[in-house]
């Protein structure tokens, strides 16, 4: 990313022990660290978000290309359809059935 070699870190890192001491060091390293780490999880998480942004518009596109409704429509059948099913007619259509007419339950 910045085409830093192995000298360059070194020619830094004895600037800053010679500017900072050796009393301060390890906690200015572990301060930088977190730093970093800080910097590079905003990265991160800014490049997420872009690629979720370009892919939701991708898909957007596909969608509308397709002429498909851009968001999924779902059939939930109303509560008053399943408590008010009819159960007896199935009974008595069941004991109508031709078999039942015969009356020798399958034997002839």
Do not use: C, H
């Given at each position: 990313?910045?085409?830093?070699?192995?000298?360059?870190?070194l020619?830094?890192?004895?600037?800053?022990?010679?500017?900072?001491?050796?009393?301060?060091?390890?906690?200015?390293?572990?301060?930088?660290?977190?730093?970093?780490?800080?910097?590079?999880?905003?990265?991160?998480?800014?490049?997420?978000?872009?690629?979720?942004?370009?892919?939701?518009?991708?898909?957007?596109?596909?969608?509308?290309?397709?002429?498909?409704p851009?968001?999924?429509?779902?059939?939930?059948?109303?509560?008053?359809?399943?408590?008010?099913?009819?159960?007896?007619?199935?009974?008595?259509?069941?004991?109508?059935?031709?078999?039942?007419?015969?009356?020798?339950?399958?034997?002839?």
């Amino acid at each position: 990313m910045f085409d830093i070699g192995f000298w360059e870190i070194l020619l830094i890192a004895v600037v800053a022990l010679i500017v900072v001491g050796p009393e301060r060091m390890p906690r200015l390293i572990r301060v930088t660290g977190l730093w970093i780490g800080r910097a590079n999880a905003s990265i991160q998480s800014v490049r997420n978000d872009i690629s979720r942004e370009l892919r939701a518009d991708e898909l957007r596109k596909a969608i509308s290309d397709e002429g498909t409704p851009a968001v999924p429509r779902y059939v939930v059948p109303d509560e008053m359809d399943v408590v008010d099913s009819p159960v007896e007619p199935v009974k008595t259509e069941l004991a109508k059935s031709p078999d039942s007419d015969k009356g020798n339950n399958g034997n002839g």
